[in-house]
């Protein structure tokens, strides 16, 4: 395989390869934005479904959300929200 084709392949399959941790860490993040400007996002509850559909997928993203910040920010939402 030349050079050429074996970084096409590996960009074909870093584009096209879903990485829950990756979205995972994205969602995260879009919450914690949330929370820090006030709970103006109001995509929220489909944010909080996919996290939820990611924690379902696999056991280690219980520990990827809590090691992510998720889970403390997943509990600020549900105590603080209005």
């Given at each position: 395989m030349t050079e050429e084709d074996r970084?096409?392949?590996e960009?074909?399959?870093?584009?096209?390869?879903?990485?829950d941790?990756?979205?995972?860490k994205e969602l995260c993040d879009l919450i914690k934005?949330?929370?820090?400007?006030?709970?103006?996002?109001?995509?929220?509850v489909d944010v909080l479904d996919q996290i939820s559909?990611?924690?379902e997928m696999h056991e280690r993203n219980n520990y990827?959300?809590?090691m992510m910040g998720g889970l403390?920010?997943?509990l600020e939402i549900i105590l603080r929200h209005p």
């Amino acid at each position: 395989m030349t050079e050429e084709d074996r970084k096409f392949l590996e960009e074909a399959m870093k584009e096209y390869t879903f990485s829950d941790t990756d979205k995972l860490k994205e969602l995260c993040d879009l919450i914690k934005k949330d929370i820090d400007e006030g709970f103006k996002h109001e995509g929220m509850v489909d944010v909080l479904d996919q996290i939820s559909e990611l924690v379902e997928m696999h056991e280690r993203n219980n520990y990827n959300l809590a090691m992510m910040g998720g889970l403390h920010s997943t509990l600020e939402i549900i105590l603080r929200h209005p």
